[in-house]
């Protein structure tokens, strides 16, 4: 078992940034590779980024250029540091580990999953 936390959630005005934060514990010798997914009401929840515990980036082209995904495997922390944030971008996002196949921007790629934290882009 994985557990996974978010933190750094909130609001800002369109150009603005934020810093989401996800700790995992538990079985954390079992993920070798995170990701970053968000939602919005009505719709599928979607792929914004993934990174492998060896350093190997993916993004979704809707934020590339804007997010950076970053981890820390020492303290087993994964990052999205989200720059020149727009109103688009608003949504639930969460974080996601242990990779099972399939491409990484599915949702049933992945096995665990926090609880969310909510980012807030007004025009």
């Known amino acids: 078992e994985v557990q996974l936390v978010e933190s750094g959630g909130g609001s800002v005005h369109a150009g603005g940034s934020l810093r989401l934060s996800c700790a995992a514990s538990?079985?954390?010798?079992?993920?070798?590779?995170m990701a970053w997914f968000r939602q919005v009401p009505g719709k599928e929840r979607q792929g914004v980024a993934s990174?492998?515990?060896?350093?190997?980036?993916d993004y979704a082209d809707a934020v590339k250029g804007r997010f950076t995904i970053s981890q820390d495997n020492a303290k087993n922390m994964v990052y999205l540091q989200m720059d020149s944030l727009k109103p688009e971008d608003t949504a639930m996002y969460y974080c996601?580990?242990?990779?099972?196949?399939?491409?990484?921007?599915?949702?049933?790629?992945?096995?665990?999953w926090g609880q969310g934290t909510q980012v807030t882009v007004s025009s």
């Open positions: 538990g079985d954390t010798g079992s993920i070798m590779r």
């Open positions: 996601a580990a242990v990779y099972v196949g399939g491409v990484w921007h599915w949702d049933g790629a992945w096995s665990y």
């Open positions: 990174i492998y515990t060896r350093g190997r980036t």
